[in-house]
C-alpha cells in the first residue's frame, strides 16, 4: 500500500512549514501559560503534527493496495436438446442426472450451462423437441468464453454427436485450449432404416425448360428387401420404381428429367414405401418446394485482365439455370446492348475505351465492379468518384469482416463464419482514410484488427445500383468452400447478382424475401422504397399483413435499418403465405403483394444413429475424455481432481481516498485529545 498525491510534493514543506508555525504562535501569544518548557515543546510537536494531518488532507491524497479477487474455477456445460436425443431409451433420465451431477459439485465449481439444438439457449430447460443439431456454433461459443476468461478449466458437451445443421465441428479444432469431455447421448445401435436423404434440383427453374432433378437414397441393414420408389411433382406420378436393396449400406443416385409447364410455386414429393423392421420412417418421405418462373438472366463478364477470379464467378453462376452467363474479351467482343448484369473484372484502357465508360455510365445495365492490382484506379472513377481515394495505395494481404447490420441482405451464420475464416485475398490499404458512407458488406481485417475500409460496397449511379469489390484472390474462397463440400461462395455470388437484379426495375416500392424457406430457419424480410428520385428512403412506415392457406394470420410493422427496412418473422410453421404490405406515404400510400413457401424440416430425423466418433476425437483433440451417458462416474472423479479445482486470482489496484480512512481520522482525534488532555491536567488554557 502506498500514498499517492495528486499534487507536487513541495507542496509537503509549505504545509510543514505553516503547521509548525501556528503551533508556535498559538502556544507562546498566551503570557498566562504555566505550562513547563519541556511540556511545551512537547504539546507543540503534536500540535504540528496535527495540523499537518489535516492540512495534509487539502491536497486530496489517495492510498492505492492491491486487493486479491479470488475466481472459482468454471466449466462450460453443453447439453443437446434437439429430438434425436429422444431415440435413446435412456433419455429421461438425461436432465436429472445431469443436474444431479452439476449440484454434486457445485460448491467448489461454477457451472455456465447451455442447451442447444437449431437454438442455443443459457439455461437447463430440457425438452429435447429441437429441429435440428448445431454442435458447431454451441463449441465456438463455448471455446470463445474459454479464450477470454482464465478460470475456465473444461467444456462439458452432452450429444449424441449428430450435426445436422451449420458448419462441421473439425474446423474449430484450432481453437481448443480447454480441455473438452464429451458425453455420448443416443443410440449408436444401427437399426433397419430406408431413407431419402435428398432431392437435389434448383430453386428456381425457368418456364418451358427440361430440369433434372435427383434423388439421394440410403439404406441401412436391408440387405434383401425391397421396396417401392415413387416421385410426384405436385400430384401427378413421374416416377415409379421397386428398388432392390443388395448391401447393408445401400445407397443409390436418382436422376429424371422433368418439365418446367406451369409458373409458381409446386412441390417435388419422393415416398419410399416402409419395409418389416423398420421403426423411423419420417425419413422414407421428402418434400422439396420449386419456383418456376419467366425470365432468364444474361450476365456478362468483362475480363479486362487474366486472373483465375474469373473462372470463379463464371462457375458460380454458370450453375444456376436461369443465368446465360456471356465472356466478353476486350477488343474481340462487343459488350451486347441486352444484358440484364455487367461484371467489370480490373478496368484498364486496354479493356474500355473512354467513350465506352460513358456509354456504360448511361445505360441502365447495373454493373459488379472489381478493383485489383491490374486496375487503372483513374478510369474506375468514372463509375464510383469515392474510388479516386485509392490512388497510390498499396496493396496488402487481408481477410474481410462482414457488417452484420448490411441493409440489403442478410448472410446467414454459416455464411458470415465462412468469409471471416475464409483464406486471406489482395486487398487496397487507402493511402488517405476517407470515410465510406455508402453501404459497405465486407470491412478489411488485417490480422485481428478490423478496419474501416472497405473491401465491398455499394453506390448507386443514375438511378442503378453499383457493386464494388476490392481485391482479388476471391477463387480461393470458392475452392476453400468446395473443400467443404458447401455452396457458400456461390449461394454469395448469386446474391449480389440477385439484388443488382432487383434494382433494375422501376419499382419505387418492393419486399426482399426468399421464395423458399425451412421450418428451422430464422425468416428475415427486408423492405425498400425509393422517392422520386430514385433515392432510397425510410421516413415513412411500412406495414405487412401475412396469412397462410393453414389459418395463419398477422400484421407486423417493418423496423428502419440504415436506409431501408428489415423485419424478423422468426420461424413460421410449414405452409404457403401470401402478404400484402404498405408503404404508408401521405399522399399516395405504394402496395406490393407475393408469397412464399415454408417447407417442413425434418432434418433432425433424417440420421438417428448416434455419431460418438466425432466427440472421440474432440475429446482427443482437446486433451479431454469421452464418456458414455452411463460411466458418469470416471466424470465425476475428474470433477473432483486438483487440475479442475484449482482456483485462479488477479491482483487487482485499488485507490481510496485517504479521508475515508478512519484510521488516519482517529490518529488525528488522539493527537488532539492527547494535547487536551495535558493542557487541562497542567492547568493551562
Request: net charge neutral; glycine share 4%; charged share 20%.
Amino acid at each position: 500500500m502506498k500514498i499517492i498525491l495528486p499534487y507536487s510534493p513541495w507542496w509537503l514543506l509549505l504545509i510543514a512549514a505553516i503547521s509548525v508555525g501556528l503551533a508556535m504562535l498559538l502556544y507562546f501569544k498566551n503570557p498566562y501559560d504555566i505550562l513547563s518548557s519541556v511540556w511545551k515543546k512537547i504539546l507543540i510537536v503534536t500540535r504540528s503534527i496535527a495540523f499537518f494531518l489535516l492540512f495534509f488532507l487539502l491536497l486530496s491524497p489517495f492510498f492505492e493496495k492491491n486487493k486479491k479477487i479470488i475466481y472459482p474455477p468454471e466449466i462450460i456445460t453443453l447439453i443437446d436438446n434437439s429430438q434425436s436425443i429422444k431415440i435413446d431409451p435412456l433419455y429421461t433420465s438425461v436432465e436429472s442426472t445431469i443436474k444431479e451431477l452439476l449440484n454434486k459439485h457445485s460448491k467448489n465449481i461454477l457451472f455456465d450451462n447451455y442447451s442447444f439444438s437449431d437454438k442455443i439457449s443459457n439455461d437447463l430447460t430440457l425438452s429435447f423437441e429441437g429441429k435440428a443439431t448445431n454442435i458447431f456454433d454451441a463449441l465456438q461459443l463455448a471455446l470463445r468464453q474459454a479464450n477470454e476468461k482464465e478460470n475456465i478449466k473444461a467444456i462439458l458437451l452432452f450429444t449424441d454427436g449428430i450435426n445436422t445443421q451449420n458448419n462441421d465441428p473439425h474446423l474449430l479444432f484450432s481453437q481448443m485450449k480447454v480441455p473438452i469431455y464429451t458425453i455420448g447421448l443416443g443410440d449408436t445401435t444401427i437399426h433397419t432404416d430406408l431413407q431419402v436423404s435428398k432431392i437435389q434440383c434448383n430453386d428456381k427453374i425457368p418456364i418451358g425448360s427440361t430440369f433434372p432433378i435427383e434423388v439421394v437414397i440410403n439404406a441401412k441393414q436391408a440387405k434383401g428387401k425391397s421396396s417401392k420408389l415413387q416421385i410426384f411433382l405436385d400430384n401427378e406420378l413421374i416416377y415409379n420404381e421397386i428398388i432392390n436393396i443388395n448391401y447393408d449400406n445401400f445407397s443409390k443416385i436418382i436422376t429424371i428429367q422433368s418439365k418446367a409447364n406451369n409458373e409458381g410455386l409446386h412441390r417435388i414429393k419422393v415416398m419410399w414405401d416402409r419395409i418389416d423392421e423398420e421403426k423411423n420412417i419420417i425419413n422414407n418421405t421428402a418434400v422439396k418446394t420449386i419456383e418456376i418462373i419467366k425470365q432468364k438472366y444474361k450476365i456478362g463478364i468483362l475480363s479486362c485482365s487474366t486472373h483465375p477470379d474469373i473462372g470463379a464467378i463464371n462457375r458460380a453462376l454458370s450453375g444456376i439455370l436461369l443465368n446465360e452467363v456471356q465472356l466478353i474479351r476486350p477488343g474481340k467482343d462487343q459488350i451486347p446492348n441486352d444484358l440484364d448484369v455487367l461484371i467489370i473484372y480490373q478496368l484498364n484502357s486496354n479493356c474500355l475505351s473512354k467513350q465506352n465508360i460513358e456509354q456504360l455510365k448511361t445505360s441502365p445495365t447495373p454493373i459488379w465492379l472489381f478493383i485489383g492490382t491490374q486496375t487503372q484506379i483513374p478510369l474506375s472513377t468514372s463509375f464510383v468518384p469515392w474510388i479516386g481515394n485509392l490512388v497510390n495505395s498499396s496493396y496488402i494481404e487481408s481477410q474481410v469482416k462482414v457488417n452484420e447490420q448490411f441493409p440489403y441482405f442478410q448472410l446467414s451464420n454459416d455464411e458470415i463464419n465462412f468469409f471471416e475464416n475464409a483464406p486471406p485475398i489482395i486487398t487496397l490499404y487507402p493511402r488517405n482514410i476517407v470515410n465510406n458512407k455508402f453501404p459497405i458488406i465486407f470491412y478489411q481485417k488485417i490480422g485481428n484488427v478490423t478496419s474501416n475500409n472497405p473491401v465491398m460496397f455499394f453506390y448507386q449511379l443514375n438511378n442503378k445500383n453499383i457493386a464494388v469489390f476490392i481485391g482479388e484472390g476471391i477463387w480461393r474462397w470458392r475452392l476453400d468452400a468446395l473443400k467443404n463440400n458447401s455452396n457458400v461462395f456461390d449461394a454469395w455470388v448469386t446474391k449480389i447478382i440477385n439484388y443488382l437484379l432487383s434494382t433494375s426495375n422501376k419499382d419505387r416500392f418492393r419486399i426482399i424475401t426468399e421464395s423458399i424457406y425451412q421450418s428451422t430457419e430464422t425468416i428475415n424480410l427486408q423492405a425498400e422504397l425509393l422517392n422520386q428520385s430514385g433515392e432510397l428512403i425510410n421516413s415513412p412506415d411500412i406495414e405487412i399483413t401475412i396469412n397462410s392457406d393453414k389459418g395463419f394470420l398477422g400484421k407486423f410493422f417493418f423496423s428502419r435499418t440504415g436506409n431501408s427496412y428489415t423485419l424478423s418473422l422468426g420461424q413460421l410453421p410449414p405452409a404457403t403465405y401470401t402478404y400484402s404490405a404498405t408503404a404508408l406515404l401521405k399522399d399516395n400510400p405504394l402496395t406490393t403483394k407475393g408469397t412464399f413457401t415454408v417447407e417442413q424440416s425434418d432434418i433432425e430425423m433424417q440420421n438417428l444413429t448416434a455419431d460418438h466418433n466425432l466427440l472421440k476425437e474432440i475429446s482427443r483433440f482437446s486433451g479431454g475424455r469421452f464418456f458414455t451417458f452411463t460411466n458418469l462416474d470416471s466424470l465425476d472423479k475428474i470433477l473432483l481432481s486438483e487440475q479442475i479445482n484449482q482456483t485462479y486470482y488477479t491482483i487487482e489496484k485499488t485507490t481510496i481516498p485517504l479521508i475515508q480512512s478512519w484510521i488516519y481520522l482517529i490518529i488525528i482525534i488522539a493527537l488532539l485529545s492527547f494535547e487536551w488532555f495535558i493542557r487541562k491536567y497542567m492547568g493551562g488554557y
